[in-house]
């Protein structure tokens, strides 16, 4: 029953109930994430107090289903590259195919990589918002990705840039 809602939920009751802990200057907070946490990020800004910025480590400005077909195609070059067969390339082949059904409004599959079907669908929702609401976040960004990255490519950081353009927030990307 784990929903993307969830961990962003938890993740703002974290912050809400750090920013009550002596010590802690509550006007002072930032809140990053990698990956998928990378995802929470531009939501997080909108809904908890006393952040100050956001970090987005690795996060994709396209959609799951692009990000896995391009880390599918990633893969397939670099096993050609090493003279190896694909076949270990058929559960994220499988992967891509059910995350696709799963944006057209096919038959789910009960699990795509392990998680059900509607934790895809919540976390598609929340990765396809996160580009506006990067845009409209209320406080500075700073956007990293990394050439070693495999599963995000830095591919994505022009994208970000290009995305980010013209708003009244300084954000960065690096």
């Known amino acids: 029953d784990i929903s993307v809602n969830t961990f962003i939920d938890d993740a703002a009751a974290a912050l809400a109930w ?10 002072k907070l930032i809140v990053a994430g990698h990956s998928q946490g990378a995802t929470f990020v ?6 908890a107090k006393g952040l100050v910025a956001g970090v987005v480590i690795a996060g994709n400005y396209r959609p ?26 058929a559960p994220l082949q499988e992967a891509v195919s059910q995350v696709k059904n799963v944006r057209g409004g096919g038959m789910p599959a009960p699990t795509i990589m392990g998680a059900p079907s509607a934790f895809w669908e919540g976390w598609m929702a929340q990765a396809d918002a996160m580009p ?9 960004l700073l956007i990293v990705g990394g050439t070693m990255d495999t599963n995000v490519p830095p591919s994505e950081l ?9 708003t009244e927030v300084p954000h960065k990307v690096v």
Request: net charge negative; glycine share 6%.
């Open 18 to 27: 750090l920013a009550q802990q002596e010590g802690i200057a509550p006007d």
């Open 64 to 89: 799951i289903d692009a990000l896995l077909e391009q880390q599918l195609e990633d893969s397939r070059a670099l096993l050609q590259q090493r003279n190896m067969g694909d076949a270990a390339l």
């Open 132 to 140: 506006a609401l990067a845009k409209t976040s209320p406080v500075p």
């Open 42 to 47: 531009p939501a997080l800004t909108h809904r």
């Open 158 to 166: 022009p994208l970000w840039r290009k995305g980010l353009q013209g």
